[in-house]
């Protein structure tokens, strides 16, 4: 008699049965045929054709449907106990369906690896920019109990964020406030250095001696500063400083060595005694912002601490545990307003513009990186997430395309009794590792994508360091956007693929079931084209906004314009030679060859930098105390030939504008207009009031064009210009800017060596073209559009590879179909014209659709454009194009493949 056992087993591998269950299946089978086998034996047929017989039954879905059914029968009336077996065989079956997962997947390699490049590019971009807004936007500062800081700030109609109040209020602050455990204070300064003889700038703080202890940071190595270290110079104090240096200062200067505890520095003509060194995760209260040393705030000298009208620093407070914000900042207000009554000069209006004191939160340290970039990146983050979408709605098309192709594998299964619930998990777990592997990539790409990005901000003077660990946080993210992905855009694949007609599967119909899925494909590929459109929309919005201002009218000529910032040697400053100093300077630079102009200015075009002065012009009545606020440069005769600024009214300053001529100055244009009108403001005199002594006048002597000093989209602000020689600041410290009738980096060295020959110690730093300079003014819109651009091509990209995949997909079910129609007599451009029109016709939808969320959506960019409106039509119309032409390519070549089908093998695909 047959041996069936191995037969039957044979056939039921696929179901991946439970062993008991599988070995009672075989054993009811086996003796069925073993007794089908005997009885027609027994009829007289031969034992060939018996044994061919009892395989045409086995053969029969209804033999095992009957007894997987009576199978499932039994189990449900004797239920499994909870504990080991069940516990296993749910194991048993995770692990078969991974290795039947990992088999499909290396089976279908080509649709693999598209689904896994597709989620690692979707998944990567979002981490990327999730670790760079955790870095500037969520990540609290690494310091003790974070959430009871607060920066005590003075603001007002001109300073919404402005800085603390003077000195003297800020000691009242600390000694009559009952909400506060301490209160520090801090600024910054690039203080230059002297080590080993090495002159070098540096970034620094100067912070009231409880700064670190208030913070709850610890030193790595040595101690932090204490109040003692806070004694201001005087009978009895030592003259030589202490300082804290910051971990990677530590590292990239003094090689990690803990000899550095100890080590005499020089600042200026001070020695500085080197006694701690910061934690690694310790850079400060400004996120981005890197400092290299902490120097006692008492270095700034006892005047300015003196000073009771003066705001040049920053105050944190650390409020007792449940003490009222609102409270504490009404005590300190009311010291505040105590302060000002005390003060002579109120009668001016002054307190108008310092009107109140404000606590705002410093759990996440400064807010100025944050308010700069908190909008890009929040777009940024909606077009990643909108790419993720994409390569999601991407790879359920091409699930949901291979799913289709094994609907005969599930309808076999469902009829041989596998639950519904028992494919969807098939297919959900292969999903979950497609996702996997694409998460795993999507974690190379993060840390690769973190790096392109950082690289936007690690030059230029307004350089910031961001790190971007790849730490549990990043990880979670990741592992949750993957899981959610898998899940999302898995299970509507497996449901689709395991709702079958099993009667129409069985009976070998092609189209059982197709046509629901071909119109949820389309509607997936329609959403994919309308939001490839909206971020082809919001990439050539930030281009064509980094193109207007890079193409700006700025009131200069960049081009040939070579800058760098000279600081003279401390000797130099305390023996009052720098008049000297900077006409030496000037007068060697002049005569290089190659120099077509050169001049000094206290601030340069774009450097961000602000110098106002209160002014009285007559016969002008301000409408506001801030009227009487006008912004100042100091510039050497010259400057306005260097930069381009051309002189519209008068004169510009010349060699005789000197200390004992008469005091002279220019406006710009914008100057001119708010205070004159359509006056001309030539030989009009602004006076400069002071306390106590006669308020210098100076005489307008011109007008020159507007320029831009802060940035390319601030508008021209009113600005005045007065010669060097005549300056109101002891300027310890210039910009020197060369036009050259060569390429500005052939002088750099020889411009450089000038400036030893005037001293040897002198110190040059900022060295960058004018061009660079704008450059640098434009990185948060450079890393805006450089990331749209990237991710506008990826989506349509990742779309297009999703019609390509469809319309190929069509094709091939409608093979049959195309071959009848090219065997009644139609044409190959019939047949291609056929293909394309229905590629094209999803394409068109998804483009409609994407106008109207284009329209809906960039309104709410306009704050992040210039020189353009968010429905610009032009822009929207090109990216029209772009998407359906690209549509009309991948829709071409399955097109084309279908025209070229042999009819008699078309007729015989099914």
Request: proline share 5%.
């Amino acid at each position: 008699m047959p041996e069936w056992k191995e037969e039957v087993r044979r056939r039921l591998v696929s179901l991946k049965l439970e062993p008991g269950r599988e070995a009672s299946i075989v054993e009811e089978v086996s003796t069925y045929l073993d007794d089908l086998y005997a009885e027609l034996l027994a009829r007289g047929v031969t034992p060939a054709e018996a044994y061919q017989e009892a395989l045409g039954e086995l053969g029969n879905s209804a033999l095992l449907t009957r007894e997987l059914r009576r199978a499932a029968q039994q189990v449900e009336a004797n239920p499994v106990l909870p504990g080991t077996n069940r516990r296993k065989n749910m194991i048993s079956d995770l692990w078969h369906d991974l290795r039947y997962g990992a088999r499909m997947l290396w089976k279908h390699k080509g649709i693999t690896a598209i689904s896994v490049l597709s989620l690692a590019l979707g998944i990567g971009a979002n981490t990327a920019i999730f670790s760079l807004i955790d870095a500037v936007l969520l990540r609290t500062l690494p310091v003790e109990q974070p959430e009871q800081l607060v920066f005590i700030q003075n603001v007002g109609p001109r300073r919404p964020d402005g800085g603390a109040p003077p000195y003297p209020c800020f000691e009242r602050f600390s000694a009559n406030n009952h909400f506060f455990t301490a209160l520090a204070a801090f600024n910054g300064f690039d203080p230059q250095l002297k080590i080993d003889g090495q002159l070098e700038e540096v970034r620094g703080q100067r912070v009231s001696g409880n700064y670190f202890d208030l913070l709850g940071v610890k030193a790595t190595l040595g101690r932090t500063l204490s109040t003692a270290d806070d004694a201001v110079a005087g009978p009895g104090v030592p003259d030589g400083l202490v300082a804290v240096i910051s971990y990677n200062y530590w590292t990239k200067r003094f090689g990690r060595q803990p000899t550095v505890i100890g080590k005499v520095i020089q600042t200026g003509d001070r020695p500085v005694t080197i006694i701690g060194v910061a934690p690694p995760e310790f850079s400060g209260l400004t996120p981005g912002a890197e400092f290299d040393i902490w120097l006692p705030i008492s270095s700034v000298g006892p005047r300015l601490l003196a000073q009771k009208d003066t705001w040049w620093f920053q105050a944190v407070g650390r409020l007792k545990p449940g003490a009222a914000v609102g409270q504490a900042q009404a005590e300190l207000d009311g010291i505040f307003q105590s302060y000002m009554d005390d003060l002579a000069w109120n009668a001016e209006g002054r307190r108008d513009v310092f009107s109140r004191i404000d606590l705002r939160p410093a759990d996440k340290g400064g807010n100025s990186l944050r308010q700069e970039f908190s909008r890009p990146l929040q777009a940024l983050m909606a077009i990643v997430a909108l790419v993720l979408l994409i390569a999601c709605a991407n790879v359920a098309n091409l699930l949901l395309a291979r799913a289709t192709a094994r609907r005969k594998e599930f309808a076999s299964r469902l009829t041989l009794g596998a639950s519904r619930s028992r494919l969807v998990r098939q297919v959900l777990t292969e999903s979950l590792l497609l996702v996997t592997l694409g998460g795993l990539g999507g974690l190379i790409f993060a840390r690769w994508g973190g790096n392109f990005v950082i690289s936007f901000f690690g030059t230029g003077r307004t350089q910031l360091f961001l790190k971007l660990p790849l730490d549990y946080r990043m990880l979670l993210f990741t592992a949750g956007v993957a899981l959610l992905t898998g899940l999302i855009f898995g299970l509507a694949p497996a449901l689709q693929a395991t709702r079958v007609d099993l009667n129409g599967m069985l009976k070998d119909s092609a189209d059982s079931g197709i046509r629901g899925r071909r119109r949820f494909g389309k509607s997936l590929l329609v959403a994919q084209v309308a939001v490839s459109l909206l971020l082809l929309v919001v990439a050539g919005l930030f281009l064509r906004t980094l193109y207007n201002l890079k193409t700006l009218d700025a009131g200069f000529r960049p081009e040939g314009v070579l800058t760098m910032r000279i600081n003279p040697p401390a000797h130099v400053i305390q023996a009052d030679r720098l008049a000297n100093f900077w006409n030496e300077t000037l007068g060697r630079i002049k005569v290089l060859p190659g120099v077509r102009s050169a001049s000094l200015t206290a601030l340069s075009p774009l450097d961000g930098s602000d110098r106002s002065v209160r002014v009285d012009i007559a016969g002008f009545m301000p409408a506001a105390d801030e009227d009487r606020v006008l912004r100042m440069n100091q510039v050497s005769p010259g400057y306005f030939q260097t930069l381009g600024i051309p002189v519209q009214q008068g004169r510009g300053f010349t060699d005789a504008d000197t200390e004992t001529s008469p005091k002279v100055l220019l406006l710009n244009q914008a100057a001119s207009r708010f205070y004159f009108g359509d006056r001309s403001p030539i030989g009009a005199h602004i006076r400069f009031p002071q306390r106590d002594l006669p308020a210098p006048s100076y005489e307008i002597v011109g007008v020159v064009k507007d320029s831009r000093y802060e940035n390319l989209r601030a508008p021209e602000t009113p600005l005045m210009y007065l010669p060097l020689k005549q300056a109101r600041d002891r300027l310890a410290r210039l910009v020197l800017a060369v036009r050259t009738a060569v390429e500005p980096s052939e002088l750099t060295n020889s411009i450089v060596k000038e400036l030893r020959a005037v001293d040897a110690d002198i110190l040059v730093t900022d060295v960058a073209t004018l061009y660079e300079r704008v450059d640098e003014s434009l990185v948060k819109e450079r890393v805006v559009a450089t990331l749209a651009l990237f991710f506008g091509i990826l989506a349509p990209l990742l779309a297009c590879i999703g019609l390509y995949g469809m319309a190929s997909y069509d094709v091939e079910q409608r093979t049959h179909e195309i071959g009848i129609r090219m065997a009644l007599g139609a044409e190959e451009t019939r047949v291609v014209r056929l293909v394309l029109r229905e590629a094209l016709w999803s394409a068109v939808m998804g483009v409609g659709l994407g106008l109207v969320a284009a329209l809906a959506a960039t309104r709410w960019l306009e704050s992040l454009l210039f020189g353009l409106e968010p429905h610009d039509p032009l822009t929207i119309t090109l990216a029209a194009i772009v998407l359906l032409t690209v549509a009309a390519v991948a829709a071409y070549v399955p097109a084309r493949r279908a025209a070229r089908v042999d009819p008699l093998l078309a007729l015989r695909h099914e």
